[in-house]
């Protein structure tokens, strides 16, 4: 089982979490993986860069200490997703323009302020970075949504947050290339 806790930071964040039984030896999909998730959940957070990251933190802790203290999980086996910020060329100069990375990086500063305030034995989950364009092929195809269980009407950043847990979860399942593994999937229908 893996804990995978999701953001998609901009000036509106969503944010999906899940406990999922993604392993390399599983007989399931990344897609039923997904489905069939335990403690799970999505919200939006919205506000300034730093009000964000504080309750991205908050629910952040709470997810990654119910997967250790009540579902006796190892720490190292709770992930935290990010989507990795792209500019593109061209792009009109502003605040919103850098919204997800101004987000993001006020989320990790926080929490590595607040690690170094606890003692070091304290176990830290590094961020695993995911591109926007991979997950996204999964958050534009309504039907696997659908069955993913993940489809969010009118919450468009948090179907994205879900789109990156079925693209880890895919990426922790079988390492293959996630393109080969969506084909593989929509072939099996």
């Not at 901009?10 to 993604?22: F, K, L, Q, R, Y």
């Not at 990251?53 to 992930?79: G, N, Q």
């Not at 993940?150 to 990426?171: F, Q, V």
Request: with cysteine; charged share 25%.
């Amino acid at each position: 089982m893996r804990g995978i806790f999701c953001i998609d930071p901009g000036e509106s964040t969503g944010v999906a979490w899940g406990i999922v039984n993604a392993s390399p030896k599983s007989t399931h999909t990344a897609i039923e993986a997904v489905r069939d998730r335990l403690f799970h959940g999505a919200a939006t957070v919205v506000g300034e860069p730093m009000e964000q990251a504080h309750a991205l933190y908050k629910i952040w802790t709470e997810f990654k200490f119910d997967c250790v203290a009540r579902h006796c999980m190892d720490p190292s086996s709770v992930e935290l997703v990010v989507e990795d910020f792209v500019l593109f060329p061209n792009a009109t100069p502003g605040k919103n323009t850098t919204a997800p990375e101004r987000v993001a990086w006020a989320f990790e500063g926080y929490r590595r302020g607040r690690y170094e305030t606890y003692r070091k034995s304290k176990h830290y989950t590094e961020i695993i970075w995911q591109h926007p364009t991979t997950a996204s092929r999964w958050k534009r195809d309504r039907k696997l949504m659908k069955e993913a269980n993940a489809w969010i009407p009118g919450k468009d950043h948090e179907r994205s947050a879900m789109a990156h847990m079925i693209l880890r979860a895919n990426t922790i399942m079988d390492n293959r290339a996630p393109a080969r593994a969506h084909r593989a999937q929509v072939r099996s229908r």
